[in-house]
């Protein structure tokens, strides 16, 4: 019995092998999935470019270049945990909460959707312009000025007064930070590319500036046309009806961005 037990990894070696490349593979999937369009991934591109420099150097005898990037892999722990420590702190809170949290986070992340989608298309109607700064991965909390501290759950009707032009408050911009409206009458950095377009008015100058230096997204409402934008990434897509706002937003606002 003990002799036939003895033989199974050997003559099932190669299954032991297959279950093996499996099992990692299924995490690095896992992990590239959960790090997929984060500030972690543009981080771990980088330190794949780092890597390569690396095996480069040591090929071509670059002695300095090898003698840095040793310095550096020595603390790569630390280093890691410093980039990556908002995606570990949100797996934490992931694998910890129960089927029951995490619909109920869904279940926020869809209403606070609806409001945004109901406040821009009203004030669309009405050509009332908006400024609407939504909070991902990267704070943007360096990037604005002035503005006035809210704590506030995210309503159209709140979103609406706000921008009305007698409020005192409409020209800047409000932020929505983990699903909650944080602050109000903000200033955003303007784009300085030059090749914006010189019809775009200071509202959509402003949201592709701050778009261009964090992950953020920007609603934009026009006063002049009406029309509702959604600025990512430094891009706009202008001039969006309401169903397809409502599955942009859905699809570019994951359950991530409340916790």
Not at 4 to 30: C, F
Not at 68 to 81: E, H, K, R, T
Not at 107 to 115: L, R
Request: glycine share 8%; net charge neutral; with cysteine.
């Amino acid at each position: 019995m003990v002799t036939w037990m003895a033989e199974i990894p050997h003559n099932y070696g190669w299954l032991t092998d297959i279950l093996d490349i499996g099992i990692v593979a299924v995490i690095i999937y896992r992990l590239l999935l959960f790090l997929k369009g984060t500030e972690a991934a543009r981080m771990l591109s980088a330190l794949a470019l780092v890597l390569t420099a690396y095996f480069i150097s040591l090929f071509a005898g670059f002695r300095t270049v090898t003698w840095l990037v040793d310095n550096l892999f020595a603390s790569l722990i630390v280093v890691l945990v410093i980039l990556f420590q908002g995606d570990i702190r949100r797996a934490l809170a992931s694998a910890g909460r129960n089927r029951t949290g995490r619909e109920k986070v869904r279940h926020e992340a869809h209403a606070v959707i609806e409001e945004l989608v109901t406040a821009a298309e009203g004030l669309a109607a009405k050509k009332i312009g908006a400024l609407i700064v939504i909070e991902r991965d990267m704070d943007v909390e360096p990037f604005l000025t002035v503005g006035t501290d809210i704590d506030a759950k995210v309503t159209s009707e709140l979103l609406t007064s706000i921008f009305l032009p007698y409020s005192p408050i409409h020209d800047g911009a409000v932020i929505i930070q983990k699903g909650k409206l944080t602050r109000a009458g903000c200033l955003l950095p303007l784009t300085q590319n030059p090749d914006v377009s010189k019809a775009l008015g200071t509202r959509h100058r402003a949201a592709i500036g701050l778009t261009e230096t964090t992950d953020a997204l920007v609603l934009v409402v026009s006063e002049e046309t009406g029309g509702i934008s959604v600025v990512v990434g430094g891009k706009i897509t202008r001039d969006l009806p309401q169903h397809v706002l409502r599955k942009v937003l859905h699809r570019l606002l994951d359950v991530r961005w409340l916790q």
